[in-house]
């Protein structure tokens, strides 16, 4: 019960300081990560917690705590799946304009030899939603 508490307070830690990070409301951009060897095995479980919070958010039909957590995954690893979320949840919330950002930042990233399937899927679904979301 304590390390689900302590989880919750770092996860809201990490989402202060993520939005109040210049820029981050612009939403997401493909860029290459902060360091040459990408985010740290502790960044990916960070992400890896906000991206779970925010499917419970969501199952929980609280739409706006799910983007913020999606959004903080999104801000640490930069990755189509992570975007998608955001995208998706965006365009939820009637945030047409913003979830099309995302979907179009998230299909328009790099694709890297070797890369997961799930970076692959969340590409083309992020390309469908973006054109769908284009009227």
């Not at 609280?62 to 992570?82: C, E, N, R, W, Y």
Request: charged share 20%; proline share 9%; net charge neutral.
């Amino acid at each position: 019960m304590a390390s689900k508490k302590l989880a919750a307070v770092f996860a809201a830690q990490i989402l202060a300081l993520t939005l109040s990070t210049p820029g981050f409301a612009a939403g997401p951009t493909p860029v290459a990560p902060s360091t040459p060897s990408g985010p740290t095995a502790a960044d990916k479980d960070t992400a890896r917690a906000l991206m779970a919070q925010g499917a419970d958010l969501r199952d929980k039909n609280d739409l706006k705590g799910a983007l913020q957590s999606f959004q903080a995954a999104d801000a640490i690893m930069h990755v189509p799946s992570t975007s998608l979320e955001v995208a998706k949840t965006a365009a939820a919330l009637g945030q047409l304009v913003e979830a099309r950002d995302a979907a179009l930042a998230a299909a328009r990233y790099p694709v890297n030899p070797g890369e997961p399937k799930p970076f692959v899927n969340a590409r083309k679904e992020a390309q469908s939603l973006g054109d769908e979301l284009e009227p």
